[in-house]
């Protein structure tokens, strides 16, 4: 029954190009993509800056954008929890059933692996540009960061006015120091 259903989890802090080539591959191999927005209950850190639900809105848009038919795919939420080694299990709970994962992080790897659910690993495209970090650097930097992520998260990242809240949490953590 769910031989086509597969599952792949990402922070999407914030969603960029990279996680738009994987979910369009892996849509290639399954009939439905499971697409779990990790680390749910962060927000509002250097390394985490956007809510859950802001991360869903970006997923939302991108996927209409894309053209991808909304019966193909579910976004869930996953919050973190503090035993790694019960996170599988939370994840199960939470998610509907599938065959394998699709992740290229390694913890995620190694505990899927252990519970004897199959992880594959996507190919990393332009992994130096198309990453979180470097959208994160650039918007701090004043530089392009427009160009490594689709045009409606762009405009979602406008629209709660994400360049003033990353570069504001930055200040508060320097001030911190
Ligand atoms: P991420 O957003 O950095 O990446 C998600 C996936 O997108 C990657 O695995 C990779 O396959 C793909 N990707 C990213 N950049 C790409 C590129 N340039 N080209 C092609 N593909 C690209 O998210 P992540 O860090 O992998 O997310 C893992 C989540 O699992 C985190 O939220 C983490 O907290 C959670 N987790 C939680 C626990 C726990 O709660 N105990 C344990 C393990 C993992």
């Known amino acids: 029954m769910n031989e086509k259903r597969g599952l792949l989890i990402g922070r999407i802090q914030p969603l960029h190009y990279g996680h738009m080539s994987v979910i369009e591959e892996t849509l290639k191999e399954v009939d439905e993509l499971i697409i779990g927005v990790g680390s749910a209950d962060q927000s509002h850190t250097n390394s985490n800056p956007f809510t859950s639900g802001e991360r869903v809105l970006m997923l939302s848009k991108a996927l209409r954008e894309y053209k991808i038919d909304p019966s193909r795919y579910y976004i869930i939420p996953l919050e973190d929890i503090a035993c790694n080694s019960l996170w599988v299990g939370h994840v199960k709970m939470l998610t509907p059933p599938f065959r394998k994962v699709y992740s290229g992080n390694s913890l995620v790897k190694q505990l899927f692996n252990e519970n004897h659910i199959e992880v594959v690993q996507p190919p990393l495209f332009n992994r130096k540009e198309y990453s979180g970090t470097e959208v994160r650097r650039r918007i701090l930097n004043n530089e392009n960061w ?25 200040k508060k953590e320097v001030s911190e120091l």
Do not use: Q
Not at 161 to 168: A, H, L, P, Q, T
């Open 146 to 170: 427009e160009e490594l992520l689709p045009k409606s998260v762009v405009k979602v990242i406008n629209e709660i006015e994400g360049v003033k809240r990353i570069k504001n949490l930055n």
